[in-house]
C-alpha cells in the first residue's frame, strides 16, 4: 500500500510540474509576429513532448519494455526535429508544415478514390464527410491547390543526417535507434521481448512465442523528463530565456532527495 501510495503522489506531482513548468517557459517566449506559423511549429511540438511525458507519467503500467519505447521513440524523433528546425526557423518550419499539409491532401485524394472505386459503399458518406473536414483544415492553413504533395522526406534528409546538423548524433545513435527497433517489429526487440528458448534438445533450443511479462522500470519514465529536459534547453538556449524554475531533470533529482530526508527522519 506505502509503494502504491508513492507512486501516486509521484504521478501527481510530476505531472504539476510538468504543466506549470511548460506553461512558464512558453509564456517566456516572445513570439515574433511576422513569424507566427513558426512559432506555431515550435510551440506545437514543445507541447507534444510535454503532453508524452504526462501520458506515460499517468500510464505506469505502460513503463516497461514492450510500451515504453513506443513513447521514447516519439519523444526521440520530436527533439531531433526540433533541433533541426530551430537552426533555421523560418524556412525549416515552412517545410515541416507544408509537408504535413501535403499528407493530408494525399489521405484526401485516397479516399476520393476509395468512393470513386465503390461507389455502393455505405462507408462512402462518412467518408465524405472526412473529406469535408480534412479540406477544410488545409484551406484554414492555405488554399487546397497551392498545397504540393511531396512523397520524400520533408526535410530532405534522414533522421541520422538531421541529428548530425543538430548536434544530436548520440541521441539518434543511442536512443533513437535502439527504441525504434520497439517501433518498428524489429527482430532485436522481437526475440527478447516476445520469445523464449524451447527446452527440448530435439529442437536445438529454438526461439518459440511466448507471452513475456516485462517488469515495470521507473528508468523509462526518467528518460521522458531527460527529453523534456532537452527540449526546454533548445528554447532557453535559443531564446535567451530567463527561467527561474527548477529544470525537469533537477526537479526529478530534487523530488526523490526530499524523499529520501523525510523517510530517514522517520526511520531516525
Same mark, same amino acid.
Not at 118 to 145: A, C, K, V, Y
Not at 164 to 179: I, R, V
Not at 205 to 222: G, K, M, Q, S, T
Given at each position: 500500500?506505502?509503494?502504491?501510495?508513492?507512486?501516486?503522489?509521484?504521478?501527481?506531482?510530476?505531472?504539476?510540474?510538468?504543466?506549470?513548468?511548460? !506553461? *512558464?517557459?512558453? !509564456?517566456?517566449?516572445?513570439?515574433?509576429?511576422?513569424?507566427?506559423?513558426?512559432?506555431?511549429?515550435?510551440? /506545437?511540438?514543445?507541447?507534444?513532448?510535454?503532453?508524452?511525458?504526462?501520458?506515460?507519467?499517468?500510464?505506469? #503500467?505502460?513503463?516497461?519494455?514492450?510500451?515504453?519505447?513506443?513513447?521514447?521513440?516519439?519523444?526521440?524523433?520530436?527533439?531531433?526535429?526540433?533541433? %533541426?528546425?530551430?537552426?533555421?526557423?523560418?524556412?525549416?518550419? *515552412?517545410?515541416?508544415?507544408?509537408?504535413?499539409?501535403?499528407?493530408?491532401?494525399?489521405?484526401?485524394?485516397?479516399?476520393?478514390?476509395?468512393?470513386?472505386?465503390? @461507389?455502393?459503399? =455505405?462507408?462512402?458518406?462518412?467518408?465524405?464527410?472526412?473529406?469535408?473536414?480534412?479540406?477544410? %483544415?488545409?484551406?484554414?492553413?492555405?488554399?487546397?491547390?497551392?498545397?504540393?504533395?511531396?512523397?520524400?522526406? $520533408?526535410?530532405?534528409?534522414?533522421?541520422? *543526417?538531421?541529428?548530425?546538423?543538430?548536434?544530436?548524433?548520440?541521441?539518434?545513435?543511442?536512443?533513437?535507434? =535502439?527504441? !525504434?527497433? /520497439?517501433?518498428? #517489429?524489429? %527482430? =532485436?526487440?522481437?526475440?527478447?521481448?516476445? +520469445?523464449?528458448? +524451447?527446452?527440448? @534438445?530435439?529442437?536445438?533450443?529454438?526461439?518459440? =512465442?511466448?507471452?513475456?511479462?516485462?517488469?515495470? &522500470?521507473?528508468?523509462?519514465?526518467?528518460? !521522458? +523528463?531527460?527529453?523534456?529536459?532537452?527540449?526546454?534547453?533548445?528554447?532557453?538556449?535559443?531564446? /535567451?530565456? &530567463?527561467?527561474?524554475?527548477?529544470? @525537469?531533470? &533537477? %526537479? $526529478?533529482? #530534487?523530488?526523490?532527495?526530499?524523499?529520501?530526508?523525510?523517510?530517514?527522519?522517520?526511520?531516525?
Amino acid at each position: 500500500m506505502k509503494i502504491e501510495n508513492d507512486l501516486i503522489r509521484f504521478i501527481q506531482s510530476y505531472e504539476t510540474y510538468l504543466v506549470s513548468s511548460f !506553461s *512558464k517557459l512558453w !509564456s517566456a517566449v516572445k513570439v515574433e509576429y511576422d513569424k507566427l506559423e513558426a512559432y506555431s511549429v515550435i510551440g /506545437g511540438l514543445l507541447s507534444r513532448q510535454v503532453t508524452l511525458a504526462i501520458q506515460m507519467t499517468r500510464s505506469p #503500467n505502460i513503463l516497461n519494455g514492450h510500451s515504453a519505447p513506443l513513447f521514447l521513440r516519439s519523444m526521440t524523433d520530436l527533439h531531433i526535429t526540433l533541433a %533541426w528546425i530551430m537552426l533555421d526557423l523560418e524556412e525549416r518550419s *515552412k517545410k515541416y508544415i507544408l509537408y504535413g499539409l501535403g499528407e493530408e491532401k494525399l489521405l484526401v485524394e485516397h479516399y476520393k478514390k476509395r468512393i470513386d472505386d465503390s @461507389p455502393n459503399n =455505405p462507408e462512402n458518406e462518412l467518408m465524405e464527410g472526412m473529406i469535408e473536414t480534412r479540406l477544410h %483544415w488545409i484551406d484554414s492553413q492555405r488554399r487546397d491547390f497551392l498545397v504540393e504533395v511531396n512523397l520524400g522526406s $520533408w526535410s530532405q534528409l534522414d533522421y541520422r *543526417k538531421m541529428a548530425q546538423e543538430a548536434n544530436c548524433e548520440s541521441l539518434y545513435t543511442f536512443a533513437y535507434k =535502439p527504441f !525504434s527497433q /520497439g517501433a518498428h #517489429n524489429m %527482430w =532485436p526487440h522481437v526475440s527478447r521481448y516476445n +520469445c523464449k528458448y +524451447c527446452e527440448s @534438445p530435439l529442437h536445438k533450443y529454438h526461439l518459440i =512465442p511466448d507471452l513475456f511479462e516485462a517488469p515495470a &522500470d521507473l528508468d523509462y519514465l526518467f528518460r !521522458s +523528463c531527460k527529453y523534456v529536459h532537452m527540449a526546454y534547453e533548445i528554447f532557453i538556449n535559443k531564446f /535567451g530565456l &530567463d527561467f527561474s524554475e527548477l529544470m @525537469p531533470l &533537477d %526537479w $526529478w533529482d #530534487n523530488y526523490f532527495m526530499e524523499i529520501d530526508v523525510e523517510e530517514n527522519a522517520i526511520n531516525g
